[in-house]
């Protein structure tokens, strides 16, 4: 049986193609994005794995927080956006990450609006009594730990979308911080804006990624300077 | 010869040769069945069958033999045809060919042809002459005969070797049914005790006689219900004779199985030991019933598990089970037995014994069996006690001044009630159980306590030096005799002159002073010494040390002897002293004795502390001398004023009952009052007399009162106080009452100058004590104020310095070493002032826990630069009073709930100082405060790096201004405003070092005023300066459970870190102990009484006046009030009776001050309670810490 001309060339081709496949494979490997619906296009909701209703906690401030937060189908070019309005302190968080101790991680994300919120990571452990399971629910989770925040305020955001990224925990670890952070077993993205005046947060692209290298930089004591004197 | 005949005579011949075959048959049969015996018999021989095994041998045997007779019978009954007949002969007898068959079927056949008809014509000729024995096998008959010969001799062949037990065996095998044993070579003759029953518990020994071969051994074996078999090899045969083998069981607490083997003896038969229970008690029930006159309740005990509580002169009724019958129960108590009886079954006893005295008692049961028990009742008899008396005062050997009554105050107490009370009086010397004469009695009617204060109203003879009276108590025990009392000491009162008394009293006095001196000097001696070897404190000797330590301890001594001088010779310093005996005086003796032992870096500092103590005694010392005198001298004008006052009294007391008999017609005065106006006459020359030797002992210290004594003896004199009264007490005898009217009202007047004029002094001299506090304290004030301003002035001049750009190093230095120096001795001396303690108002506490407080960490990377930041950066904010907040504290709306908040990346530096408002601002009702939710958030980071000048620089000032509730967001940091929500979070600072109110959670460790309202959570690290940690309110309840690592909790006296009231240990709190004031309550009342009995005491305290038991009575009324509130009866109950005791006491303190009297024995109760120091008892490396321990306890006191 004579095969056609062209099957011939196709055969060569797959041929010289297959050592290039696996090559492509380890070169290019794209970090995983560890944030649940971060483009906020989930076709189960749209914002489908985002807290933001904390009536759960009791606290008059956020019993109204979910009403000031949808998905804006576009903004800016950006197509499907969480939006935050804010007309009282409002804050929004991603879905509980489980933590790898010993790692380091990176958040990224765009943000557009008129308000400066503060951005950063939040650190759980489980409530006591509550026994584990996957994906829970912040209100079975206990707060213990809040990445730095100064530099996570993110002011100037009225020229459009900005890019900002962040990451935890710090390089040099206090004892202190060591000893808090060994209990830490979730992380979320925990976006929340509080002073200024009323205004609209856009949100879209959260990534959080974990980074290769663990910090390995020795433990750093507090001390207190001495007196000048 | 016809067919016919032939054919019987083949029958027979069939016949003959089946009996031939049954014989063989038989013979095999009975040879076969031999065998098997044979066989068994000898198998039993060796195996020794038991029954079931013989039973199935004896089958099979009678198996054989039954097959052997139907294997005969067969034989037998077999019946052969003519024809098979015939075969057989014709082939016995070849020679017959077959004729004998041929003729038999020929002439069988009846038509037969004629040659069959000619041939049995022609018959069988040869049949005659036959000879059918011949056909027998006798070859099969011999050897069936041999074979069941030879099983015969083989049964019997084992008999000629074995004899009787081959019969034996053969008999075991044919007949299973008989009980014959198979032969051994040894017996068991006998086992004990067989089958037996056992008492549970008991030994128990197993005896076997075995007789048989020598060597043979005998074992045990043993079988119990509740373990595995075990085998006990016992020995081995010694000898023909019978032979005893034993085993003891020690305890016997199961049923079991045993059997003994011995050598080859068959079949040892298993015996069973069961077990029974011993005799026991399963109930024993008393019931116990007081006798009326107790007013106990009835009680039921379970009298084997418990104590039994029987009063004196109870009925215990006693029922008891028991697991078996029977047949005796009695209570054994010494030697005498009372038996008890069956109840309704003969396990249930019972019984009642009246129970009068305390013999121990058992119950001894015998059941029918033999049995016996014995149970020993644990019986705990309350005797009725004898009343038990308290004399209350006098303490000691009180000495009385003239005319001052003797005066007892008692406390009789009995458990059950009292009967009678009296006061006897009795000579100095008489026995114990002598009887006095009765001069005062009380019916007790069954209380069961009655304190008096009873003074002696009679008339005694001037020339009495003594009088001696003892109390006597009954109770209302029906059990005692007559002579059933409780009797008190001798209480003797010494009466000597006014003159004697006075001169006891200098004598006394000259001594304390004398002592006081001693020690004073002792002390400068010692604190030179010390100083000395402070300045040489490398090349000082250890043994100098020990000596000044020594030297210490003796001034401690002499110390305590001083404090408890009755005449109080340390007046109103004495608490001061007794405060300085009990804290620097025990402290300095273990520094100095412990020095040479301690560290070459610790000395310097050790003997600078020792140096301070001594310094410190040295001026207590000093002052007490002072003291000493004033309080001599005042003491002695009390005295008089008193006696001045008793006279007045008593001939007011003459005068109305001269002017009632005035009134009467013709009533004369009778001998009593004529006596006590001459007394009184008596009084004077003595009140004249002490006057002047009072003056003279006086001058020395105090020349006014010495020239105003002079003048009241002049004045006495002059006016002739003394003739007036003679005068009446004449009139009195001479004639009508009315007469001595006159004189005895011009008498009282004149006393009643006198003692106006006395007063008038005294007051005057108050006035001039109180100036000079005052004015003492303006010059505190004055010189703390002159501190703060060269230190503010010292620190301008340091901050001059460093401010100039050519930094001259040497100034600096110096100038930083005067600041140390004067910075070490403005703490020293400003920490003695608890200053803006005023601007705190005392706060309500609620005893609302928030049960969980969870830390949440936050990264913060600091600021840059702001490390650096100097005392120059602080800026500082003043705030003026702000009234809008007073509305708001006084009401708590509902709860802000918290907002996000995060940690500052620099550190403080702004110092907040605001207006505090007046306590008389506040609001009355205190601080309003909200409910706590049931978990907080803390909020946590590392500590902000800081310049320690800054840090103290920017420390805000004290702040009364709060509010109950506040909305917390942004940064966390201290403000201007505290807060009752208990919100606020420990952040990444220090706690400014000052005292703050409001209620907060676990924090960071610093000084705190306010509430802890975390119930339990983590102390992190903090301000690490903190003298105390205290709550303002020493009874609120709680107890945090602290977490920290490496913290302090320096707070004590209550609150929430230690619980309890804190009364006399730990820290009462920053201002007064706070108590119910809610009028009309119990605990109001008692804390009103408290108050009362600390500013009497304070009063008798300023008046030279001993009154330590007041302040005891405060003390115990606090408890009772404390016992109030916790619902404790017991404890209220006991804290009253002592504190009604205690201000018995005072009261008799009071009175002994009024009149003069004092006692000659030191006062027991003033040093009682030190707990005696042993650090100088402690090896040197313990010393500091069981200083420390001493220290404490005697802190509490």
């Known amino acids: ?229 | 010869m016809n067919v016919h005949a032939l054919r019987r005579q083949l029958q027979a011949a069939g016949r003959r040769i089946a009996g031939w075959q049954a014989r063989v048959n038989l013979c095999l049969g009975l040879a076969a069945v031999l065998l098997g015996v044979w066989l068994f018999s000898l198998l039993d021989l060796c195996l020794r069958y038991g029954r079931i095994s013989r039973v199935a041998v004896w089958l099979v045997v009678m198996g054989l033999l039954g097959a052997a007779a139907w294997w005969t019978a067969r034989a037998l009954g077999r019946h052969f045809g003519a024809q098979a007949v015939a075969a057989m002969i014709e082939k016995a007898f070849p020679q017959l060919d077959n004729r004998l068959i041929n003729y038999l079927q020929f002439a069988a056949d009846p038509d037969a042809d004629a040659f069959k008809q000619a041939y049995v014509s022609h018959g069988v000729p040869e049949w005659q002459g036959l000879n059918l024995g011949a056909m027998r096998d006798r070859r099969l008959h011999r050897r069936a005969l041999l074979a069941l010969a030879g099983a015969l001799a083989l049964c019997l062949l084992p008999g000629a070797f074995l004899g009787q037990a081959w019969a034996i065996a053969v008999w075991r095998v044919v007949n299973p049914f008989t009980d014959t044993r198979p032969a051994t070579l040894t017996h068991i003759l006998s086992v004990t005790p067989g089958d037996a029953t056992v008492l549970q518990g008991s030994p128990l020994v197993l005896t076997c006689t075995v007789q048989g071969r020598r060597g043979h051994p005998v074992h045990l074996d043993l079988d119990p219900a509740d373990r595995e078999p075990t085998t006990y090899a016992l020995g081995r045969i010694a000898g023909s004779d019978p032979q005893t083998f034993t085993y003891r069981l020690p305890r016997v607490n199961t049923g079991a199985r045993y059997r003994f083997r011995a050598g080859d003896a068959a079949f040892p038969a298993w015996y069973r030991v069961d077990t029974r229970p011993p005799l026991a008690f399963v109930g024993l029930d008393a019931a116990v019933a007081p006798p009326g006159y107790t007013r106990l309740k009835p009680g039921r005990f379970d009298a084997l598990t418990q104590d039994v509580v029987v009063p004196q002169g109870s009925e215990l009724d006693l029922q008891a089970r028991f697991n078996l019958p029977l047949q005796a129960l009695a209570l054994v108590r010494g030697k005498a037995e009372q038996p008890l009886a069956q109840g309704e079954a003969p396990t249930a006893w019972r019984g009642k014994l009246p129970m009068t005295d305390e013999t121990p008692a058992r119950l001894v049961a015998a059941a029918a069996n033999g049995d016996r028990a014995e149970q020993a009742l644990r019986l705990t008899f309350l005797p009725d006690r004898l009343p038990e008396i308290q004399v209350l005062a006098p303490e000691g050997r009180p000495v009385l001044t003239a005319g001052a009554a003797p005066l007892i105050a008692f406390t009789v107490s009995d458990d059950y009630g009292l009967q009678e009370v009296a006061i006897e009086q009795v000579s100095g010397d008489s026995a114990a159980e002598a009887d006095g004469r009765v001069v005062q009695r009380w019916e007790g009617g069954g209380a069961g306590e009655l304190t008096q204060t009873w003074t002696d109203e009679e008339a005694h003879s001037r020339t009495n030096s003594m009088l001696a009276y003892r109390i006597v108590a009954r109770d209302n025990c029906p059990f005692g005799d007559a002579s059933r009392a409780a009797r008190s000491a001798v209480i003797v009162f010494a009466t000597p002159t006014a003159k004697q008394v006075s001169q006891q009293r200098n004598e006394l006095e000259k001594a304390a002073h004398v002592a006081l001196a001693q020690v004073i000097e002792l002390q400068q001696r010692n604190l030179n010494k010390t100083r000395a070897l402070q300045e040489n404190l490398e090349a000082a000797p250890a043994a100098q040390w020990q000596e000044a330590a020594q030297c210490q301890e003796r001034i401690r001594g002499m110390t305590k002897t001083l404090l408890a001088n009755p005449l109080n010779p340390l007046g109103n310093l004495t608490a001061s002293v007794k405060k300085v005996y009990l804290g620097e005086m025990a402290d300095v003796i273990p520094v100095l004795g412990g020095l040479p032992d301690a560290a070459a870096a610790e000395r310097a500092g050790r003997a600078e502390r020792a140096v301070g103590m001594e310094e410190k005694i040295l001026r207590q010392l000093t002052l007490a001398d002072v003291a000493s005198a004033k309080s001599g001298i005042q003491q002695r004008v009390s005295a008089l004023a008193g006696m001045l006052g008793r006279m007045i009294r008593e001939e007011d007391t003459v005068r109305k009952q001269t002017q009632s008999l005035a009134e009467q017609l013709n009533a004369r005065a009778g001998k009593p009052l004529i006596e006590r106006q001459d007394n009184l006459a008596l009084d004077v020359t003595d009140f004249v007399s002490l006057c002047r030797s009072e003056s003279s002992a006086a001058t020395a210290g105090d020349e006014k009162l010495a020239a105003l004594l002079l003048a009241l003896a002049d004045q006495c004199e002059q006016q002739k106080v003394r003739g007036d009264m003679m005068m009446a007490s004449e009139k009195l005898e001479q004639g009508p009452p009315a007469a001595a009217v006159p004189h005895e009202s011009e008498a009282l007047r004149k006393l009643q100058e006198l003692l106006a004029r006395l007063d008038e002094i005294q007051a005057q001299e108050k006035r001039e004590q109180e100036e000079a506090l005052l004015e003492a304290l303006e010059e505190a004030k004055k010189r703390i104020a002159k501190l703060e301003d060269i230190q503010r002035k010292a620190l301008e001049s340091m901050d001059a310095v460093a401010d100039q750009k050519d930094k001259n190093n040497k100034e600096t230095d110096k100038l930083e070493e005067e600041y140390e120096e004067l910075e070490k001795n403005l703490k020293e001396a400003m920490l003695q002032i608890p200053t803006d303690l005023n601007v705190f108002m005392e706060l309500n506490v609620a005893n609302d826990l928030v049960e969980d407080v969870f830390t949440v960490f936050e990264e913060i990377r600091q600021a840059p630069g702001s490390e650096n930041m100097g005392a120059g950066d602080v800026t500082e904010r003043a705030l003026a009073k702000r009234e809008e907040y007073l509305a708001g504290m006084q009401e708590a709306r509902e709860r802000i709930d918290a907002l996000e908040q995060w940690l500052a990346d620099k550190p403080d530096s702004m110092k907040i100082t605001a207006e505090p408002f007046d306590k008389e601002e506040m609001p009355k009702a205190g601080m309003a405060l909200g409910a706590l939710t049931t978990e907080a958030e803390d909020l946590i980071g590392d500590l902000l790096q800081k310049n320690e000048e800054m840090a103290e620089q920017a420390d805000d000032g004290a702040i009364n201004t709060g509010v109950p509730d506040t909305l917390a967001n942004a940064e966390v940091k201290e403000g201007d405003v505290s807060s009752f929500a208990a919100q606020g979070k420990s952040g990444n600072e220090t706690p400014d070092h000052k005292e703050q109110d409001g209620r907060s959670n676990v924090g960071r460790q610093g000084m705190a005023d306010g509430e802890t309202a975390a119930g339990s959570g983590t102390i992190s690290e903090g301000d690490k300066n903190i003298e105390a940690r205290r709550t303002q309110e020493p009874t609120q309840s709680g107890q945090v459970d602290v977490e920290g690592e490496d913290v302090q909790t320096k707070a004590t006296g209550g609150g929430k870190l230690g619980t309890g009231k804190a009364d006399e240990a730990g820290m009462a709190g920053g201002v007064e102990r706070m108590d119910s004031m809610e009028a009309g309550s119990a605990e109001g009342l008692e804390a009103l009484m408290a108050q009362q009995a600390d500013a009497l005491y304070a009063k008798a305290s300023m008046q030279n006046v001993r009154a330590d038991a007041l302040k005891n009575a405060a003390h115990h009324i606090r408890q009772s009030a404390d016992a109030i509130a916790r619902g404790n009866i017991a404890q209220l109950k006991e804290h009253r009776k002592m504190a009604l005791a205690a201000l018995k006491k005072a009261k008799a303190q009071m009175d002994e001050a009024a009149t003069g009297s004092f006692n000659l024995e030191p006062n027991p109760s003033m040093l009682d309670d030190v707990v005696e120091g042993g650090p100088e008892l402690a090896p040197a490396k313990y010393r500091d810490q069981v200083a420390e321990y001493y220290k404490a306890l005697s802190s509490g006191l």
Request: charged share 20%; proline share 7%.
């Open chain 1, 1 to 229: 049986m004579k095969l056609p001309n062209c099957t011939w060339f196709l055969l060569v081709l797959l041929a010289a193609a297959a050592p290039a496949a696996p090559v492509r494979r380890l070169g290019a490997a794209e970090p995983s994005n560890l944030c649940y619906n971060g483009s906020f296009d989930s076709t189960n909701a749209p914002l489908d794995g985002w807290t933001t209703d904390y009536t759960w906690q009791g606290n008059s401030h956020y019993m109204g927080n979910h009403t000031r937060i949808s998905q804006q189908p576009e903004h800016a070019g950006h197509k499907r956006v969480l939006h935050m309005a804010v007309s009282a302190e409002t804050k929004v968080e991603s879905r509980a990450i489980p933590i790898e101790l010993g790692s380091r991680y990176r958040c990224e994300l765009e943000l557009a609006g008129n308000v400066d919120p503060h951005i950063y990571f939040t650190g759980y452990k489980w409530e006591p009594g509550v026994h584990p399971y996957a994906n829970p629910h912040l209100g079975d989770l206990r707060r213990i730990y809040k990445s730095e925040f100064r530099n996570h305020k993110v002011s100037g955001l009225s020229g459009g979308w900005r890019r900002v990224s962040f990451e935890f925990p710090l390089e040099n670890l206090s004892e202190l911080a060591m000893k808090s952070l060994k209990e830490v077993r979730f992380v979320t993205v925990f976006i929340i804006a509080v002073d200024g005046s009323a205004g609209d947060l856009f949100v879209d692209n959260v990534k959080v990624t974990k980074l290769s290298a663990p910090p390995a930089a020795p433990a750093r004591k507090t001390t207190r300077k001495e007196s000048s004197r």
